[in-house]
C-alpha cells in the first residue's frame, strides 16, 4: 500500500496507519522513500540492500519490534512520527539514513 508524494493529498495521517497497518511484524521492515515520490514498507530489502534510487530510507524496524502491524498503526502518536519523518525529509533530505525522528 505505497503512498505517491507527488500527490500532496496521499500524504495524510489515514494513508501512513494503512501503511504501519499492512505491514507484518513477523519480519525485518523498512520504509522506504524512493527519488519518485513513492513511499512503502519494505520487508524484501531491508538495511543498506537495493537502495539504487532511494531518495531516503528509516532505520531498520526488527522482526517483533511492534513498529508494523494493527498495534502499531493504533498508536496516533508512533503514525504522526512516522508521518512528520516523511514530511520532514520528502521536499530536503538532510541524508539518505534517518534513524531519528
Known sequence: MPINLNHPDSLTHDAVRQMIAAAQDQVHNQLRVARD???WISSGAVGGVDIDGLLFRLETWAAGSGCVGPVAASDAV???QIFNAIRDNWADPRT????IY
Open 37 to 39: 515520490g513513492r513511499v
Open 78 to 80: 508512533w503514525v504522526a
Open 96 to 99: 539518505d539514513y534517518v534513524d
